[in-house]
């Protein structure tokens, strides 16, 4: 790989010896991991899950391919290992108030939702509106039933949630140095000042992001780049200037501290972990964890209302009903016409650009209920009274938008559809045919 003189030349001073098997492996291949989904009814069946990724639960080396059941189904989720231990580091539990605030396509997020197992309140942000889309998207398929997605810069988000999280990840936006095998592109950017511009903005995040956290709560700094200006140097402004003090994070073989070195020399530099490609099989991270002081008390906030007429709640009850087992939420919010389920713990979403305030339950229609495509890949099976199960064969004309035929006896009404055991989405059947229901932004021809 062609890598910029003044990059090798910038590592050859800071790493001395160790420079050289840096360099050197960039031109290896990169490597690729996939997380099996906690969440869903049953593992997936085409990946090979012989060869695991130590520091991360459900993560796998191997390549996912796109277009199969499994990675529609959201049974699987690639990401890279290295990046997998961000999520491991930042440790939720189910019920707590997690913040991540950067964090489209949703790897990470997905990850976190594995971890507290659905349970609790996870704020999912992203501040680009097209990415912040892919986000909502990648946590239906994924099943993730407590997130909040919003579309906003850090700084209008504060007022919403004062002191409020117990936990916070900034997966911050970096030169991206360790992409640069995955996507040789991200070298184009590069340049000997891009870490510093960088980091500017990664301090400008992290000044909203303290305001958003309980005392006492924790914090996870995480970067792909290698980059001292990202990563200690920010980390030691951190310290510097507000209340926190780090916590040690495990080092898995290969992996190294924080150099304290390559920033004030601060000792506690040494608690963050730095992942570099020629030392473990990953394509390289940096993460930190902190805890703030304890000072202050966590801030009461106005909580959002529900706003559905009874008459709206009556078709979605009457749906539920006929159609699921035991699956009642009770806190329901609507936005036009789309239904929600949602954590009555979240602030009043007035002033916030929201993508998702919750689990998209379907569409209000004059005289019924619509199913969501979101709802039929976060219900297991147990919860959904009807199925119908189809062949691989049948699931490829389904995500392509087409109609199938089904048993003519089979009565009218909505059926989860299976495939290799995995909700793949609700269908309507009417006399004979399932009627397409497969969101039409999400279609695909499958050879
Ligand atoms: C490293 S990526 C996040 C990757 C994500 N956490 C994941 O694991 O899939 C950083 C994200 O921060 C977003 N971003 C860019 N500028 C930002 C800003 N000023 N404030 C917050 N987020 C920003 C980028 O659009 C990008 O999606």
Redesign the pocket.
């Known amino acids: 790989m062609k890598l910029p003189k003044e990059f090798c030349q910038k590592y050859q001073k800071l790493m001395g010896d160790h420079a050289e098997a840096f360099l050197k492996s960039f031109d290896r291949e990169p490597t690729q991991g996939f997380r099996i989904n906690p969440l869903k009814a049953h593992t997936p069946i085409e990946e090979k899950l012989d060869d695991p990724i130590p520091w991360a639960k459900w993560g796998y080396y191997g390549k996912v391919r796109g277009r199969t059941v499994d990675h529609q189904s959201g049974a699987v989720y690639d ?1 890279e290992p290295s ?1 997998m231990y ?1 999520g491991t580091v930042v440790d939720p539990k189910p019920g707590e108030k997690v913040l ?10 997905t990850y976190l939702a594995s971890l507290m197992n659905n349970q609790g309140l996870l704020v999912a ?4 509106p097209k ?1 912040a889309k892919v ?1 909502a998207s ?1 946590l239906e398929r994924f099943g993730v039933t407590n997130a909040l997605t919003l579309n906003e ?2 700084h209008k988000m504060t007022k919403s949630f004062k002191r409020y999280f117990d936990k916070i ?1 900034v ?4 030169s ?1 140095e360790g992409m640069f095998r995955k996507n040789p592109e991200a070298i184009k950017y590069w340049s000997l000042d891009y870490p510093k511009k960088c980091a500017e ?1 990664q301090r ?2 992290l000044n ?1 992001a303290v305001k958003m956290l309980k005392p006492g709560g924790t914090l996870v700094y ?3 780049t290698f980059a001292p200006e990202e990563d200690e140097q920010v980390i030691a402004w951190l310290l510097d200037n507000y209340d926190f003090k780090t916590v040690p994070v495990k080092k898995y073989p290969g992996m190294l501290g924080g150099q304290p070195q390559w920033a004030n020399h601060n000792p506690e530099l040494k608690n963050a972990v730095r992942i570099f490609p020629n030392r473990v099989k990953g394509e390289g991270h940096f993460i930190a964890k902190l805890q703030k002081g304890t000072q202050g008390s966590p801030k009461k906030i106005k909580t959002q209302r529900s706003n559905v007429p009874h008459r709206d709640r009556d078709l979605w009850n009457q749906f539920a009903k006929k159609d699921l087992v035991d699956f009642q939420p009770k806190n329901l919010i609507e936005f036009g016409r789309q239904l929600y389920a949602y954590n009555p713990d979240i602030p009043n979403l007035k002033k916030l650009q929201v993508v998702s305030p919750g689990l998209h339950l379907g569409t209000l229609k004059k005289n019924r209920f619509e199913p969501s495509y979101a709802l039929a890949l976060a219900l297991h099976p147990d919860q959904v009274k009807h199925h119908v199960t189809i062949s691989i064969d049948e699931w490829k004309k389904y995500v392509h938008g087409d109609t199938l035929p089904v048993d003519p006896k089979l009565p009218k009404g909505w059926y989860q559809l299976i495939c290799w055991k995995q909700p793949i989405a609700f269908g309507k059947v009417v006399q004979g045919t399932i009627k397409n229901f497969f969101p039409k932004g999400l279609r695909f021809l499958v050879r």
């Open positions: 990401q990046a961000v991540d605030l950067c964090a489209a396509p949703g790897s990470k997020t942000n992203e501040i680009i990415r986000l990648n810069p850090p990840l997966d911050a936006p970096c991206g903005r400008k995040i909203q995480s970067t792909c």
